[in-house]
């Protein structure tokens, strides 16, 4: 029998992807204070972020091949590592150029975080409460991006920009220290030499690329110029010989089987409308507040407090629920409440009053809150056990090419729509209102959507027995 401490254990890999995850939307807020300091426009700027998601999901999908390389020890450590790193970069950053090389090696590690931390969860707690393990350890991975337009806007309008990068020095030096304390356990678990899928690997990246480097370029050049078509094109025939040579390959880089399971497929659905959505109107969220209703950095980051709020109390007994209910029903209703936020921000504008703005957010937290952990569990049950490093890293990925797509699309949507707006007649003021009221609504009928693939949900999270983890208890 093993002295294991499975709370200091979930304490460290909260910690990273806390990390990771204020990371992923503490820059949102500051964006336009970027973008006058380097005076580069919305489509440019929006760069900080795509780059971010296009990093994170190229390394993902290497997760479940390091683990098995080099174990989830080093795995963890070296991620955090390289994290840390990559903030100092952004933080030292002068030229839009060079931050944007920063938030890639940031990226590169913040990949490895959240399918390897599911993963660990996955090896070291019991399937029959992983529901409510997974709704604790989303205070960090869902909360940290909750979190972070609020302490983004405090930052910034204290102390500059740079800020937001350079707080998390601190957290990565000590999650590290921490690591060696609680995670050695994990050293003892066995590596395989697996050969590395270098064609798959090569064909996946140049179509995660080429996909979302068309679809983001497409705001500036158009959907129909010769760029975009190609671009796009080369994206669908590496897609096609991605599956065609994977199919056969003896360890594939991600493994095709998966997607015969009709209960993960529709959790990978889920995750891709929902953080097209999700990521998409976050991306609008700062420039409704701080632009059209002139709230500074400070207060609006405030603002999305009670988003942060309600999730945080209603995620571990979202959680729980799931264990015992399984994740249909209540990721349901999440999705709708998601739903009803964005219809409430659609209607904000410069009259509108502080009570407006808090409903909104405070239903979105609700929603976030509700749907997060029940995905997660169903995510992982849907699995065997060997397989759910392996999903785990879909399902991150998926999220990240979801998100990476919501915001390209809806900054295209809203710039055309101002556009359109302008040649009409409409003041700019009003055009940009109009153009956000646009985006929100497009978010909106996502999410509606999202809950066709939503009611195939399992009802009960039974496909992983109720076994004891992989390491003796």
Request: aromatic share 8%.
């Amino acid at each position: 029998m093993r002295d294991i401490n499975r709370t200091g254990i979930l304490i460290v890999i909260i910690m990273g992807t806390t990390m990771a995850g204020i990371d992923s939307s503490i820059v949102n807020i500051s964006l336009p204070v970027m973008s006058k300091q380097f005076n580069c426009t919305l489509s440019e700027i929006e760069w900080v972020i795509t780059v971010y998601m296009l990093s994170f999901s190229v390394l993902m999908p290497l997760t479940n091949w390091l683990k098995n390389r080099i174990g989830f020890f080093n795995l963890y450590i070296g991620a955090i590592s390289l994290f840390t790193f990559g903030s100092l970069l952004c933080a030292l950053s002068t030229t839009l150029p060079s931050l944007l090389v920063g938030r890639v090696v940031q990226a590169l590690g913040g990949g490895a975080m959240a399918p390897t931390s599911m993963a660990i969860i996955s090896y070291v707690f019991p399937a029959r409460v992983r529901g409510s393990i997974l709704g604790w350890w989303g205070l960090g991975n869902m909360v940290g991006p909750a979190i972070g337009p609020t302490l983004g806007g405090i930052l910034t309008e204290q102390f500059g920009w740079p800020s937001i990068f350079y707080i998390n020095l601190p957290i990565g030096v000590i999650t590290v220290l921490l690591s060696f304390k609680y995670l050695n356990v994990l050293r003892s678990q066995p590596k395989l030499k697996l050969p590395f899928d270098l064609t798959g690997f090569t064909t996946l990246t140049i179509f995660l690329v080429c996909l979302q480097y068309g679809v983001a370029r497409a705001e500036v050049l158009g959907i129909g110029s010769p760029e975009i078509l190609v671009t796009l094109g080369i994206a669908v025939a590496a897609l096609i010989v991605f599956v065609l040579l994977d199919r056969r390959h003896q360890a594939p880089i991600i493994d095709l089987q998966l997607f015969k399971n009709y209960s993960f497929v529709s959790c990978i659905l889920v995750t891709i409308s929902r953080a097209a959505a999700l990521f998409g109107g976050l991306f609008l969220m700062p420039f409704l507040l701080q632009e059209q209703m002139g709230f500074s950095e400070g207060v609006s980051g405030l603002l999305i407090l009670p988003n942060s709020a309600f999730m945080a109390a209603l995620m571990p007994f979202a959680g729980k629920w799931s264990d015992k209910h399984g994740s249909r029903e209540i990721s349901m209703l999440g999705i709708m409440l998601l739903a009803v936020s964005m219809y409430l921000f659609s209607v904000l504008d410069r009259g509108s009053d502080i009570w407006s703005v808090i409903i909104a957010m405070t239903v979105r937290g609700l929603g976030m809150g509700l749907l997060l952990a029940p995905l997660n569990a169903a995510t992982l049950s849907s699995v065997r056990p060997a397989e759910v490093t392996m999903a785990s890293s879909v399902s991150t990925l998926m999220q990240q090419v979801g998100g990476a797509i919501g915001i390209a699309v809806l900054a295209i949507i809203t710039q055309t729509a101002y556009n359109n707006h302008v040649l009409a007649g409409a003041t700019s003021m009003r055009a940009h209102h109009l153009a956000l009221r646009e985006g929100f609504n497009i978010s909106l009928i996502i999410l509606l959507v999202t809950l066709i693939p939503a009611w195939f949900l399992p009802r009960r999270n039974v496909a992983l027995k109720d076994v004891d983890a992989h390491i003796d208890t």
